[in-house]
């Protein structure tokens, strides 16, 4: 027969151990609880986008980059997703690289790089173009753009945001880095039977042929047009842009 006084000890270790499992338990379910609430908690507009700050933004309007990043209603901070929000903003026509970061306890923070147009080019149903140096149709717009260089590139439904097909690098190319001081000389970018030619105001051309050492060729051409007396020339030939070759007007028919 058990010792009266052993099984009540028994009984007292048995009951601990149980206070101590409802403890945990209690515990446990506490934290859970306090877990839901400030999960709950993080999800109101307390803990949401209030405030956006967008940098680098000049031709991209606040309202469309707001739009896109979907977070027009003070969208939670938890529910941000930055990547998912850079891949939507760079596909607008502008925006070459978008950076976004989020900033607790209500703020959004976008940086944003935007391309840089290089030429403009008629569009078939009038109006023009602005193009970057890969193509990116940026805008289009009634009148001629000032400051940019005219390509003759065949541009009839491309919508901002579009891209231009591989044959109008060589145009794209000589027209990033003609220099400033050669745009108001310039009238038109074309291709021809001898590569890129520049169709200069005033009836000259000057024949630049492919894309390569551009900058030693436009060297050259401001020297020819601000040293030579070039009466009576039609043509420049800079394709060997250390000796550049002058071409009679009676001549020039013959220079694509």
């Known amino acids: 027969m058990t010792d009266p006084r052993i099984q009540a000890r028994r009984v007292s270790v048995e ?13 446990v379910l506490a934290a859970a609880g306090l877990s839901a609430g400030a999960l709950a908690i993080l999800h109101t507009s307390l803990f949401g986008a209030r405030t956006i700050v967008i940098a680098g933004a000049v031709h991209t309007p606040r309202a469309e980059i707001v739009n896109v990043s979907g977070l027009q209603k003070a969208r939670p901070l938890l529910d941000v997703n930055a990547g998912t929000i850079s891949r939507r903003l760079e596909r607008l026509p502008w925006v070459a690289n978008a950076t976004v970061r989020v900033e607790w306890p209500s703020t959004v923070a976008i940086a944003v790089v935007e391309r840089v147009p290089v030429a403009t080019a ?39 945001g579009a891209s231009l097909g591989a044959s109008a690098q ?27 030619v520049l ?51 009676v001549s020039a028919s013959n220079v694509q």
């Open 15 to 27: 009951r601990e151990k149980g206070h101590r499992r409802l403890s945990i338990l209690l515990s």
């Open 122 to 160: 008629r569009l078939s149903r009038g109006g023009y173009a602005v193009v970057d140096s890969t193509g990116r149709v940026l805008a289009d717009q009634a009148t001629r753009p000032i400051g940019l260089p005219l390509v003759a590139l065949a541009v009839s439904s491309s919508p901002p």
């Open 170 to 196: 060589p145009l794209l190319e000589t027209a990033a880095q003609l220099p400033v001081a050669l745009v108001p000389r310039v009238r038109e970018i074309v291709t021809g039977a001898d590569g890129v």
């Open 199 to 249: 169709r200069l105001k005033g009836g000259m051309r000057a024949v630049m042929g492919d894309d390569q050492a551009l900058g030693e060729k436009f060297i050259s051409l401001a020297t020819v047009l601000g040293k030579v007396d070039l009466a009576g020339v039609g043509s420049i030939d800079l394709r060997v842009a250390t000796a550049p070759v002058l071409t009679p007007l």
